[in-house]
């Protein structure tokens, strides 16, 4: 056993520890100990941050990171790291240092934190384990942990209200783990212990599996697509918006809604494989459904009246695009949807910590009490005017070079009117965020003398804690400079175009 | 001519990446520059904030932005807060001029920018740069002297005043980068950034003085905006997905060959046209040019426009060889449109009564005359090259002109201290020009109805002319209103009437450069050794005395005609314009729009609470089945309270069973 092997067990493990340790230990720590908390939880993001470059560097430069042990026979617990992997870790462990940031701000002087920290750290360890899962069972074991410790923390706040949608999400979210679970028994039974990457096993399975592997296939999109808030199963995610604003970015940047996605990206072109998607003719279906979902999320975002649902919606028709990237057959759609899987990370954590901004200063809900924020706040609605204008796609920011990527995607995979849907998404997303931004910078408004807000907090030395402020400030600005430097050999779409070399042009 | 067909300093030649970048960039800092006047503005409007005035500022935010300019801190009246637009900020252009006037031709290849950055100077674009960045210039030291009394407010502590200043002088170096990038631009995203960004950073000048007709122009300018974005955005992807295309003329060559090429030039065709006021498209320039501040008119009359032409000229296969057959077809759409432009703008401009409304009408019918000339280019490929000149050459005679008569307007009403006749002279000379009959319109006419000629275009050269007479009344009519106007304000003594205060100065400039057009174009234009300058030379020539009535004519036909109809519609005249309100088809559209809207609300109320239905049957299933299993429960302990009974039944009913039966049949003998 050289070094080397050595390490290829141990940073796996040791990044997954990280989080989970930190978990552990935070339980364990009692509710007043605040300073040691704040110190475990960023010591821990930022290690966490490091293993996961250290381990793309490692990645790149031709190393192997795996570890396995078997459950049962037949049946492996299996850690690997691939490019793909390592893309949603490296979006979860980015954005859990930025959220743990801001979350410490947000929280402050509230009860219940060790519990929330606790549950924030297995929430982040769940989804890297996601991220490194090796095959179907490993992934489904972190998916449902994922679940459970998401449910205190969308149940944090203990209002009826708060609860109420926690039961609701419980539900969709655990009738799709039966549901995937039931799939991956399946295909267990048809092909073995399965892992990521071997698509030529199901390939061979011969013709007359096929229809098995069909019904297989939707059987899994559709656990999936709970927490990929694929309309007509997207019904928790509005409801969740109760939840404390961290835990509204968490969920719809990194941990639930993308892990949904990842594993729909995962289920393509790890366990099928996309060219055998692609003679399946299961891709198409995703495209409808995906185009289905951007466009019906558009039209409900603009009919909600106050910011956070607003920005749900929006969620919901934005991680549509990942699923209409993964449908588009050829490589272009890949890199779309894997860049558009970090991009939408960005942008949409700017934009809740921003909507978090707004409540906790001022007391801000509704759009219409948005009217001169802009003079109030200045840096907090930059960094949501860079979030929303790369929501709507404009250049330089990132939302442009995945919208740009989608539609020669499409282009490529022959289906051209998706670039009616992509176009159509851009004016929606224009016609519901453009009035946000209008009412920010150019209404008067309190600011100018003109009734008050809602619920000022005590004035601050900056326009809100630095703690709230530094977080949006930094994801607006990766997410302004992601795109503007999309060239530079680790912006995302540099990186997912190195995933799509890697991984799917090989057989 | 021919001995000016030289490289503009040919010995003087810089390399091009720094002149390019400082272009780019210059504006791009002044505007940074206002941003954090703006933060830090904004940070002494806080109670909190504010502090003894000798004690410097310590919040780190709130240094960089005075020590650029060498100025004491702690002073609430420093200049660049107070007073945004000084000197410093009026130089935003000038990069811009040098990299058109001393650049080398040349391209730079930026890998890390978007996908793949690819910007390039050539003489089209320098051509289009120069008359932009000048244009810019003049309007933004107009601009000094036009905001001269906001300025004061602003410094005499006025907050809305200053703030309003700020967010103009952060938005137009914004607005002004935009449009260089997309000048210089040959990648189709740097492109696509520059248009967006010059499009969305002019909403904020539009609206700039807060009224309800501005907020009203900048809506239409707004929603407009979005629509042709959204067309270009479909255009472009479209056509560069099918082409793998990363650069404009790729992108056109694209265009020339694909299947679906026609679908993908009248998508881009349709999207620039928004911008360029084609049609039907134009509704947001009517609307948003008479409440823009006038020196934001000028710029987006005279250069934004043009930046519709420019897309127009980079995405269309304009007169290449081997266009698929079905082009033809779309050139002669833009060719109708651009006429029934020319001709419905003129007629109803004419009923406008705020001078800038009517400009505005008149720059939709010269633009529309640009259009049915770009028309040319696909009806009629081999004339192109002759014809691309003269239409820069239009384009910036129009730009230069129109800029110059919406500088006029606030000349006059707020006139100098300058003799009538002069001051007078010195406002017709523009409008002559671009009704052609002197100076670059008289060139440009005439160079077009040669071009047009030699093209065997007759017909389309007559209705150009007949176009003129539109433009003539368009002309006169803004001049006779500007003359009532200026009746009616009387000069008061905050008036700075000062000859060479800004506004004056800028104005008198842009005249002469509107004027002096040909020689200094053709200069420019010379760089270009061989096939251009020889060209050139003649193109841009005086016409020959006998030429002249044929291109007179319809100035006189319009000056008569607007003598006749003014005379005879004097009664009506101050009712049409309520009749035919600036902005036409947008009231009966957007009376529609808020139609639809609500309609789409009770739509979408209505989904929303089909699906709250839905999920609210699931849930009564839900509760059904629950009840279902209580009820099976309750079953259960009624069971088990009443098994000793039920089974004591049970064998009762056995024994009574078994006793029936064996009375039927003997059990035992």
């Known amino acids: ?66 570890v396995e042990f078997p459950v049962v026979e037949g049946l492996s617990f299996v850690l690997q790291v691939d490019e793909l992997g390592l893309t949603f870790a490296g979006l979860s462990s980015l954005l859990w240092l930025f959220t743990t940031i801001y979350a410490i701000g947000y929280l402050e002087d509230s009860p219940n934190r060790r519990r929330f920290f606790g549950f924030f750290s297995l929430c982040v360890a769940s989804t890297l384990g996601i991220s490194l899962a090796g095959n179907l069972f490993t992934l489904l074991i972190f998916y449902e942990l994922l679940t459970l410790s ?55 399975l011969g013709p007359e599996a096929r229809p098995w592997l069909i019904g297989l296939f939707w059987l899994l999109t559709l656990g999936f697509g709970v927490k990929a808030a694929l309309v007509p199963l997207h019904g928790w995610l509005p409801r969740a918006m109760v939840a404390p604003a961290p835990v509204s970015a968490l969920l719809h940047a990194v941990a639930v809604v993308k892990a949904g996605a990842f594993g729909i990206v995962r289920l393509v072109y790890d366990v099928y494989g996309i060219g055998f ?52 057959f050829g490589p272009l759609g890949t890199i779309a949807a894997l860049a558009h899987l970090l991009h939408q990370g960005l942008m949409k954590v700017t934009l809740f910590f921003c909507a978090g901004n707004y409540a906790e200063e001022l007391g801000i809900h509704r759009i219409d009490e948005l009217d001169g924020v802009g003079r109030r706040m200045p840096l907090s609605s930059l960094a949501f005017t860079i979030g929303a204008l790369g929501m709507i796609g404009m250049p330089p920011l990132v939302g442009f070079i995945s919208k740009w990527m989608l539609g020669m995607g499409a282009v490529q995979a022959e289906m051209p009117w998706v670039i009616a849907v992509l176009v159509a998404s851009t004016l929606l997303n224009a016609a519901y965020f453009l009035p946000i931004l209008n009412r920010l910078w150019f209404r008067p408004g309190p600011a100018h003398g003109i009734g008050t807000w809602p619920a000022e907090r005590a004035p601050s030395r900056l326009e809100t804690s630095a703690w709230l402020l530094l977080p949006a400030l930094a994801t607006a600005l990766l997410s302004l400079l992601a795109g503007m430097l999309a060239g530079l050999p680790f912006s995302p779409l540099q990186w997912a175009t190195r995933v799509v070399e890697q991984t799917y042009l090989m057989p | 001519m021919t001995e000016l067909s030289l490289a503009p300093f040919p010995l003087l030649r810089l390399p091009l990446a720094p002149l390019l970048f400082a272009a780019l960039l210059w504006p791009l800092l002044l505007s940074l520059r206002a941003a954090l006047g703006a933060t830090i503005s904004l940070g002494q409007l806080r109670p909190h904030l504010s502090r003894p005035l000798n004690q410097p500022l310590n ?40 990299l058109a006037v001393l650049g080398p031709d040349g391209s730079l290849w930026l890998e890390a920018w978007l996908l793949g950055g690819y910007w390039e100077l050539d003489d089209q674009r320098r051509l289009l740069l120069a008359f932009s960045a000048l244009l810019w210039g003049l309007a933004g030291w107009y601009a000094r002297g036009y905001f001269a009394a906001e300025q004061a407010q602003a410094a005499a502590g006025d907050r809305d005043s200053r703030s309003r200043l700020l967010r103009f002088a952060l938005f137009w170096p914004l607005t002004l980068c935009g449009n260089l990038l997309l000048l210089v631009a040959e990648d189709i995203a740097s492109f696509y950034l520059g248009f967006a960004l010059m499009t969305f950073s002019a909403y904020p000048l539009v609206i700039h003085n807060g009224s309800r007709e501005a907020r009203t122009g ?12 959204g067309m270009i955005l479909a255009g472009l992807l479209w056509g560069a997905g099918t082409g793998s295309a990363l650069t404009l003329s790729e992108l056109r060559a694209t265009l020339a060959t694909a299947d679906m090429g026609l679908w993908m030039g009248l998508l881009l065709w349709l999207g620039f046209g928004v911008k360029a ?41 304009l007169g290449m060889a081997g266009v698929d057959q079905s082009f033809h077809g779309l050139g002669l759409a833009m060719l109708v449109a651009g006429l029934v432009g020319a001709f419905a703008a003129a007629l109803w401009g004419v009923a406008q009564r705020h001078p800038k409304a009517v400009l505005a009408y008149s720059s939709v019918s010269q633009m529309g005359m640009l259009a049915a000339l770009v028309a040319i280019g696909l009806l009629k490929p081999d004339s192109w090259p002759a014809l691309s000149v003269l239409l820069l050459f239009f384009a910036a005679h129009h730009g230069l002109s129109k800029g110059a008569l919406f500088l006029g307007v606030g000349i006059s009403e707020q006139p100098p201290r300058l003799p009538a006749w002069l001051l007078w002279t010195l406002l017709i000379l523009p409008a002559l020009s671009l009704a052609g009959a002197l100076g670059s319109g008289l060139i440009a006419k005439w160079g077009t109805k040669k071009a047009l000629e030699a093209a065997g275009e007759e017909t389309l050269a007559f209705w150009l002319s007949l176009a003129t007479v539109g433009t003539t009344l368009l002309m006169a009519q803004t001049l006779w209103r500007q003359w009532r106007q200026g009746l009616q304000h009387a000069p008061t003594a905050t008036d700075d009437r000062r000859l060479l205060a800004s506004m004056p100065l800028a104005w008198l400039i842009s005249v002469l450069a509107a004027l002096s057009l040909p020689l200094w ?10 096939v251009l300058s020889g060209r050139l030379a003649g193109r841009f020539a005086w016409p020959p005395l006998s030429a002249l009535p044929a291109l007179l ?23 049409l314009s309520d009749w035919l309100p600036a902005g036409d088809l947008w009231w009966p559209l957007a009376f529609c729009g808020r139609w639809l809207w609500r309609l789409a609300r009770r739509l979408l109320q209505g989904l929303a609470s089909l699906q709250a239905a839905w999920v609210a049957w699931w849930v009564a299933r839900e509760g059904d089945g629950l009840a279902g299993l209580d009820t099976l429960t309750r079953a259960e302990d009624w069971l088990r309270r009443q098994l000793a009974l039920l089974l004591l039944a049970v064998a009762l009913m056995l024994a009574a069973v078994l006793l029936l039966s064996a009375k039927s049949r003997l059990l035992w003998p």
């Open chain 1, 1 to 66: 056993m050289s070094a080397a092997s050595a390490m290829s067990a141990v940073l796996p493990l040791a990044t997954l520890a990280s989080s989970l340790l930190t978990a552990a230990v935070i339980f364990m720590l009692p509710e007043q100990a605040v300073r040691t908390r704040t110190a475990l939880n960023l010591a821990a993001a930022l290690i966490k941050l490091v293993l996961v470059i250290w381990m793309a560097r490692g990645l790149v430069a031709g190393e192997v990171y795996a």
């Open chain 1, 150 to 204: 998401t449910y205190p923390l969308v149940a944090h706040r203990g209002t009826p209200q708060a609860l109420a949608a926690a039961t609701v999400y419980l539900r969709y979210t655990l009738s799709a783990g039966l549901v995937l679970m039931i799939g991956m028994v399946a295909l267990q039974v048809l092909a073995g212990d399965l892992r990521f990457g071997q698509r030529e096993l199901l390939a061979a």
């Open chain 1, 277 to 328: 998607s692609a003679s399946l003719g299961v891709l198409d279906g995703l495209v409808v459904i995906a185009s289905v979902t951007i466009v019906y999320g558009s039209l409900r975002a603009l009919a909600q009246q106050e910011l956070k649902p607003r920005l749900a919606y929006s969620t919901v028709s934005q991680v549509s695009y990942i699923v209409l990237g993964i449908g588009l």
């Open chain 2, 59 to 98: 919040q780190p935010l709130n240094q960089p932005l005075n020590q650029p300019l060498n100025q004491p801190l702690s002073q609430p009246s420093s200049r660049s807060l107070h007073r945004p637009l000084d000197w410093l900020w009026i130089s935003a252009p000038l990069p811009a001029l040098a």
């Open chain 2, 218 to 229: 900048g809506l239409a300018y707004l929603v407009m905006a979005v629509l042709g974005e």
């Open chain 2, 277 to 317: 006021g084609v049609i039907g498209l134009h509704l947001w320039l009517p609307l948003a040019h008479p409440v823009a501040p006038t020196p934001a008119s000028a710029v987006l009359s005279g250069v934004m426009i043009k930046a519709g032409l420019v897309g127009w000229l980079s995405t269309l296969p």
């Open chain 2, 521 to 530: 174009f053709s200069w420019l234009a010379g760089g270009i050794e061989g």
């Open chain 2, 553 to 575: 004519w319809p100035l006189g036909l319009g000056l008569l005609l607007s003598l006749a109809l003014g005379w005879s519609l004097r009664r009506v005249a101050p009712r």
